[in-house]
């Protein structure tokens, strides 16, 4: 991957408490030390991508998920004529707002998408068709470094957007049930037409858990392995990034970019 155009684009997934966020945020600030332009979309509904950046808790009370902009979505979709009914436009004008509801520290940005409110699946509303808009202006049309913080699942991806993904990384733990993750979202990136997935596996302790992420992984998909660290318990606790904890994570994190980069 040529890192010259600033225009990589990484799609980070994994369930909850894997340590995806970690991987993301301590990505976003090595691209950033290297001089990238970057810019982080948290789309997990238990957001918590901003303290990982570095970003205070005050400096995130002013981060304003898009899923909750209702009067900007009603005027972009135009919902508001006549109530949000089944007209609406499907291609709202999006270019603008990672600028203008982005926060930035230490040379990232960071968007929230949030989530959408529905009593079923495949909902298709004035906000879902906002954030699959925003999500493909950020992968398509930015010319960035885009790490996007995703849930387990590729709701907020679409079949064009996907293709424009240069990586999937699922992040797993050495487990059964984490390994099975990854199978999902291999099929799920599958159908997206994405060819470019790898794993990630974190929190591993030690011989056994390296030899068991092998034995499950395959050699071609594991981009790299990030060690278990007291240092990134730390920095949760102090509500620091892991980045400015330094430690075995920045090293282990530096050596999956340089991958990526390679």
């Not at 004008?93 to 529905?118: Q, Y």
């Not at 395959?218 to 904890?245: C, M």
């Amino acid at each position: 991957m040529n890192t010259e155009d600033n225009t990589i684009k990484i799609a980070i997934t994994g369930k909850g408490g894997v340590g995806k966020t970690t991987l993301a945020a301590v990505l976003a600030r090595l691209y950033a030390a290297d001089g990238h332009p970057v810019l982080c979309a948290d789309c997990d509904p238990d957001a918590n991508l901003g303290l990982a950046l570095g970003f205070t808790e005050p400096e995130l009370a002013e981060l304003i998920p898009i899923s909750q902009l209702t009067e900007l979505i009603a005027e972009r979709t135009g919902a508001d004529k006549g109530g949000w009914g089944v007209f609406f436009k499907i291609n709202p004008r999006v270019d603008d707002i990672p600028d203008r509801f982005a926060i930035e520290k230490n040379g990232v940005k960071l968007l929230a998408l949030g989530t959408v409110d529905s009593g079923g699946s495949g909902c298709v509303c004035p906000e879902s068709v906002m954030l699959k808009r925003v999500m493909s202006n950020l992968v398509i049309a930015r010319d960035e470094v885009v790490i996007l913080d995703m849930e387990a699942g590729l709701e907020h991806l679409g079949r064009g957007t996907a293709d424009f993904v240069d990586r999937f990384i699922v992040v797993v733990e050495p487990g059964a049930r984490s390994v099975q993750t990854y199978h999902q979202v291999e099929k799920l990136a599958a159908d997206l037409g994405v060819k470019h997935v790898s794993v990630v596996a974190s929190k591993v302790r030690g011989d056994e858990d390296e030899t068991f992420i092998r034995e499950h992984i395959p050699a071609d998909a594991l981009l790299g392995v990030i060690h278990w660290s007291d240092d990134i318990l730390a920095a949760d606790r102090r509500a620091i990034s892991p980045y400015d904890v330094g430690g075995t994570v920045l090293d282990d994190v530096r050596a999956i970019k340089n991958r990526l980069d390679a």
